[in-house]
């Protein structure tokens, strides 16, 4: 054995606690008492363990005069608390036995647990993954965040197409979150600025607001894995700021009254989906502010109870803004130093530049933010007179570093001018931080050469990478717990704390004794899969099956229609060749669409379609299968990402930033079969090409396709297994014989294919025949997937994490007292 990593000592009390929890906060007596509220007296239990270390941590923080790292996200898709909280404080043991003895299966106490999905998909993970890191490695810091009352909507599949339906996390309450009322602050909203003289006879600007709003904190704590530091997610609810208009109410306009109280609280009410063709605008950017403002009026409290300067901000905060969602706070910065402290400028300025970093997570232009001027002008009157000072002080600096380069001028100004104008919020995210990172290798190269190639060019020293990483607590070792006590046998407990230490693995991928644990524990992890798949979709796959998993956001991009094509194509070649005993194969997709997103929902609908027609054909028998698996969520991650045997990682190459499913996949020993996008390209690295299934046109090929004009039905007219494809999709053959259904995805494909999925078809189909070779060979496949994990070390959120705290943060963990 290698070291272990330290278990707190058992806990005698702990049975007694849940007890006196569902007594006291519960109020219910174990004979009455419901499974929830054993589920919340025992999230009790160890929410009050967790606040112990917490007090430790702020504690700590204080006595060091630390610098804190706040991660400034829209998104925290945090997922269900109780299992990894178990997990992190090393309770799981004593919990699962205090809670046989009074009667309960832990397990199924955890399966009730609705997990908060303030997130859309992967923004929102990344935020949650590195909270967990920066937590184990002690770092000092906060999450900031809405606390949206609905967020990313539960999908029901109800006849082959998406449904939405409302959700509602908070219907049983929430044990998680601590109120703080009086850690409340005021955001203000619309009105008009005048110049006004202050106490030292300056001209200052004020802002008179039409209207204010009050944003409380509601506190989660996250607590570190086997560590004594607990940090928090600090979410801001809107509230009104009366509850009631007395003057409105006294003169018996009671609606009136009340009127306000509810448009204040529809500020934090509602997640927006992204990926929607035109968002709600106003309520959104309304929503970024308030949650921005509240943050930072936060920060400024925060330095001043430790007694700091104010001008010394930046030695104690490092800001991270998590895309340009929370870009207003370069702004809203401005105007909290410049306007209510009192600062000249050029300090507010440098304070400012100190603090922020920006993390840009798509290339995909309609997906950068931009919001017009009318509405900036009318929402936020006093913001966008800062933007045009900063605006107008770094188009002097364009101007001076490249005199006469007007072209430039123009496409680099926070303002875009062409058409109905514009704040451009990733120039103001560039512009105001010192320094901006992509989130893989491809990506940062991508941002510096095409996006914010201008800003490259003029601030080189700013742009960063930071490739995404995923954390191992929660992907890992409490989703894949056969697997985590496996690696704990073989190789002791060092690679709960340094995820690098898989590398020793490599020894073992020959090794067939434990190849054979290694595939024992992938069968049970699927057997757990396909029995939950049954009960979901009341579809039987044979754990045996291979097992090939597309889960995340239905998108063109991501091409989730390039794997429905191939399933096509072997569906039909198994038809033609009843005796074949080609690999068998499940294929799993899950992910919600947009609900504004058209062609996503016929995408969705095409696979159902397709499962409909293939699980049901007698001819197919168990040689392939296709499920839908509705609402995939972070909960449904648990289940899915430890049985994979292939991870579908197909986007147009230049179009995924990084993925963060592919490393969890990777992490649990899935072989990933994918194009030289995002991550994907740093995962080959690390697993070498023997161990990796690759195809399609490299980013650049894509670029010069799309230069010399592509011509989607020319790949069409060569290839007789896609047209047949094609023409199947077309005749009805999956719309219970409407011929109208998927035309407008196939008049899409054949005369548009923005994402090339015709021109990466072959190639795809040709690298899926390479795998069901491969898995004719069961020990070569698990020795590939035994190195896939051996090698996913890299992508733990920790590396990433601690590249963060030492390139861009300067934070460290607070060194021990002596
Ligand atoms: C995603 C990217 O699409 C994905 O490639 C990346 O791994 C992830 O962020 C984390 O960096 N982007 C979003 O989820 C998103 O909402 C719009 O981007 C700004």
Request: net charge negative.
């Amino acid at each position: 054995m290698q070291d272990a990593t330290p278990t707190p000592a058992t806990d005698p009390d702990f049975q007694n606690d849940v007890v006196r929890n569902l007594i006291c906060r519960q109020a219910r007596y174990p004979d009455i008492a419901t499974p929830q509220d054993w589920y919340m007296a025992l999230a009790f239990t160890v929410k009050d363990r967790m606040l112990e270390s917490w007090a430790a941590s702020t504690k700590t923080y204080a006595e060091h005069h630390v610098k804190v790292a706040c991660y400034l996200s829209a998104e925290f898709l945090i997922g269900p608390q109780l299992g990894c909280n178990l997990l992190s404080l090393g309770l799981e043991d004593e919990a699962r036995a205090a809670m046989r003895a009074l009667g309960q299966d832990l397990d199924a106490l955890l399966a009730l647990e609705e997990e908060p999905g303030l997130g859309n998909g992967g923004l929102g993970r990344l935020a949650a993954c590195y909270l967990d890191s920066l937590a184990t490695l002690e770092i000092p810091a906060i999450g900031y965040g809405i606390r949206y009352e609905f967020g990313i909507f539960d999908q029901d599949i109800v006849d082959g197409w998406q449904v939405e339906r409302t959700d509602k996390w908070l219907k049983m309450g929430t044990p998680w979150e601590i109120v703080r009322p009086d850690v409340s602050f005021y955001v203000c909203f619309g009105g008009y600025t005048q110049m006004q003289t202050d106490a030292q006879d300056r001209l200052r600007v004020q802002w008179i607001p039409a209207r204010q709003v009050k944003g409380v904190a509601y506190d989660v704590p996250i607590q570190g894995y086997r560590v004594n530091t607990c940090n928090l997610l600090r979410l801001w609810k809107s509230e009104a700021v009366e509850s009631f208009d007395f003057e409105d109410f006294n003169a018996g306009d009671y609606y009136q009254a009340v009127e306000e109280k509810v448009v204040s609280e529809t500020l934090s009410k509602v997640l927006y989906p992204n990926d929607e063709p035109d968002v709600g605008k106003r309520l959104r950017l309304a929503q970024q502010y308030f949650f921005v403002s509240c943050s930072l009026q936060d920060m400024l409290r925060l330095i001043d109870i430790s007694h700091t300067p104010v001008a010394h901000f930046a030695e104690r905060l490092a800001v991270q803004l998590n895309d340009t969602h929370p870009s207003i706070a370069v702004a809203e910065l401005m105007r909290l130093l410049v306007d209510e402290r009192q600062m000249a400028w050029d300090d507010a300025w440098s304070i400012t530049l100190n603090t922020f970093a920006y993390t840009n997570h798509t290339l995909l232009p309609e997906a950068l933010e931009t919001w017009g001027l009318p509405l900036m002008q009318n929402l936020l009157p006093r913001l966008l007179e800062i933007i045009y000072e900063i605006n107008r002080r770094f188009l002097e600096e364009v101007r001076n570093a490249f005199p006469g380069d007007e072209a430039r001028v123009a496409r680099m100004s926070l303002i875009d001018e062409q058409g109905e104008k514009k704040v451009r919020m990733a120039h103001l995210a560039s512009v105001g931080s010192h320094a901006v990172n992509g989130v893989a290798a491809l990506h940062s190269e991508l941002l510096r050469q095409t996006v914010l190639r201008d800003f490259a060019d003029m601030y080189p020293k700013r742009f960063l990478n930071v490739t995404n990483g995923v954390t191992p607590r929660r992907f890992l070792m409490l989703s894949n717990p056969g697997l985590a006590s496996l690696l704990d046998e073989t190789l002791g407990a060092g690679w709960r704390s340094d995820l690098t230490r898989l590398e020793a693995l490599s020894d073992y991928a020959d090794d067939v004794a434990f190849q054979q644990d290694w595939r024992a524990i992938r069968l049970n992890n699927k057997a757990a899969l396909a029995g939950r798949i049954s009960q979901l979709v009341g579809v039987r796959i044979a754990p045996e099956m291979m097992f090939d998993i597309q889960v995340k956001r239905i998108h063109e991009y991501k091409r989730q229609h390039l794997n429905a094509l191939y399933m096509i194509c072997l569906y039909r070649r198994l038809v033609r060749h009843p005796d074949q005993q080609a690999a068998p194969r499940c294929f799993i997709f899950g992910g919600k669409a947009a609900p504004g997103y058209w062609m996503a929902k016929l995408m969705i609908r095409l696979i159902t379609g397709i499962a409909e027609v293939v699980n049901r054909d007698p001819v197919i028998g168990g040689r392939m299968k296709v499920v839908f698996y509705p609402d995939f969520n972070v909960k449904n991650g648990h289940l899915i990402y430890p049985a994979a045997d292939l991870s579908e990682q197909i986007s147009t190459a230049g179009k995924e930033a990084s993925g963060t499913g592919n490393m969890k996949f990777m992490m649990n020993g899935a072989l990933t079969i994918g194009t030289l996008d995002g991550a994907n390209v740093e995962i080959r690295q690390q697993v070498g090409g023997d161990n990796f299934f690759v195809f399609g046109m490299t980013a650049q090929q894509v670029e010069a396709l799309k230069r010399t004009g592509y011509r989607p039905g020319d790949y069409v007219q060569v290839n007789d297994e896609l047209r047949d494809a094609i023409d199947q999709i077309a005749a009805g053959r999956f719309s219970r014989g409407d011929k109208a259904l998927f035309a407008p995805l196939l008049d899409n494909l054949l005369n548009y294919d923005p994402f090339l999925v015709l021109a990466d078809y072959a190639d795809y189909a040709a690298c899926q025949e390479r795998v069901s070779e491969a898995w004719q060979d069961q020990r070569q496949w698990t020795q590939m997937s035994i190195l896939n994990c051996a090698r996913s070390g890299i992508f733990s959120s920790d590396r990433a994490i601690g590249e963060y705290c030492q390139h861009i943060w300067q934070t460290q963990k607070p060194a021990p007292r002596l």
